[in-house]
């Protein structure tokens, strides 16, 4: 008995619906994974981005205060403050706004999530005002008692009279220049009328 003999074309067209299935299913299985992999990126993206936040917020209060410690001049405090507080805000604002320029039109977007970036500013803002306000305090009252403390010593030493601030003394200085040169000028022109007189 002859075995059964399959034409040539068939076991093309069998061989070709098999490779074809295979395809599919691994054309379908690295589409999951790479879904999987996007979906673990985007995760891990927003999972350092908050640890940014929370990273900065602390660091800004922690920054304020060593440097307060450090005795620099309080706008620096501040300003440092300031920067670390709303630099992960001032990045998700920066990443989500876009604008563009043509000879046609212009136009701008502030991207799918402009309220996160939003947000973030806004508490930074508050933390890094939160966390100078009391160091800000502190000085105001600082120098309150040492001018108090100053006044007190001259009292006791009987020298009361203090000097004007520094704008009040320089206006007086700047009037009696003024005055000066007012009395020079009436005075030459007094002398230029008496000779004239004389002649």
Known sequence: MLAPHTPP?????????????????????????EAKLYQDIEARKRIDSGLLFIACQFSSC??????????????????ASFCVSC?????????????????????????????????????????????????????????????????????AEGLSFQLPNMGLSLLIGLSAIALIGIFKKFSNTDNTGVNQNED
Not at 11 to 29: F, G, H, K, P
Request: aromatic share 10%; net charge negative.
């Open 9 to 33: 074309e068939l076991d093309s067209e069998l061989d070709s619906e098999e490779s074809t299935q295979i395809n599919q299913e691994t054309v379908r299985y690295l589409s999951r994974i």
């Open 62 to 79: 922690s920054l304020s205060w060593l440097l307060f410690e450090l005795q620099v001049t309080l706008s620096i405090i501040q300003l």
């Open 87 to 155: 630099l992960p805000g001032l990045i998700d604002f920066g990443d989500s706004f876009n604008f563009s320029i043509s000879s046609e039109s212009w136009e701008f977007s502030l991207g799918q999530k402009p309220l996160v970036g939003i947000i973030k500013l806004a508490i930074g803002i508050g933390v890094s005002w939160q966390g100078t306000t009391k160091i800000s305090t502190e000085v105001a009252n600082t120098y309150a008692q040492i001018n108090q403390t100053y006044q007190e010593i001259r009292s």
